[in-house]
């Protein structure tokens, strides 16, 4: 069964700091996802990576997958408060030619003054 | 405005009863996916369908039910089987393949009266 595992559940920082975020997972994959969430709304898609080495940028967030560590991070640069949300990262996973998403629990960040 | 409604936003379920969640979308996806999230967990897959008239069973399966008679529309049934219903329900979609990144609706939140 595949696990994928983020931390650290909860972070609070301040603003102007930087922080990573770790996403690891337990199977094969070369394709993972970041999701931003808001308290009480939906999942907004931040980031895809397709291949081992990815990273992709915007703004103050950067995504990078290495796929021999099963590791994905997402970095963080000179927070600002606008940054807090949830963040998920989803492994994809082919089962059976089927194609589906196992999430992590998230990362709440909280970004003070 | 391409996009998934989902309807309606909050859902009040008596016991024994069963209850339907609304799901549509025009982006003309052919997958589409059911989500659970509770409180301070990850998103669990409870139903998907990547194609009219057939749709397999996620991990968290028992007491709810699908159809997909539509490509636009894939409704979620809370039956009374499911008997800790409360909870954040997510409608995705997704092209089929390995590089369909899932776009998320804005949720239906149900309630146990």
């Known amino acids: 069964e595949l696990k994928v595992e983020q931390n650290p559940l909860f972070l609070s920082m301040q603003e102007g700091k930087n922080y990573t975020i770790y996403c690891n997972y337990s199977t094969t994959s070369d394709r993972l996802y970041w999701y931003r969430q808001d308290p009480g709304k939906s999942l907004e898609s931040l980031f895809v990576l397709l291949s081992n080495g990815a990273v992709k940028q915007e703004g103050r967030l950067m995504a990078s997958l290495d796929t021999k560590a099963r590791l994905s991070t997402l970095h963080i640069t000179a927070a600002v408060h606008d940054l807090s949300a949830t963040y998920f990262c989803?492994?994809?996973?082919?089962?059976?030619?089927?194609?589906?998403?196992?999430f992590g629990k998230g990362t709440k960040l909280t970004v003070n003054p | 405005d391409g996009g998934i409604t989902q309807s309606p936003k909050y859902l009040f379920r008596k016991e024994g009863q069963n209850v339907t969640l609304s799901c549509e979308q025009n982006l003309n996806h052919d997958a589409m996916y059911w989500y659970r999230q509770d409180p301070g967990q990850g998103l669990r897959l409870i139903y998907y369908s990547q194609i009219v008239n057939d749709f397999q069973k996620g991990d968290i399966a028992e007491g709810y039910s699908v159809s997909r008679e539509k490509k636009e529309s894939f409704p979620l049934t809370v039956t009374s089987a499911q008997k800790n219903p409360t909870a954040f329900y997510l409608c995705?979609?997704?092209?089929?393949?390995?590089?369909?990144?899932?776009?998320f609706g804005p949720g239906t939140r149900l309630l146990v009266l």
């Open positions: 995705a979609s997704s092209v089929v393949g390995p590089w369909g990144t899932q776009y």
């Open positions: 989803a492994v994809d996973i082919d089962q059976g030619g089927s194609e589906k998403l196992v």
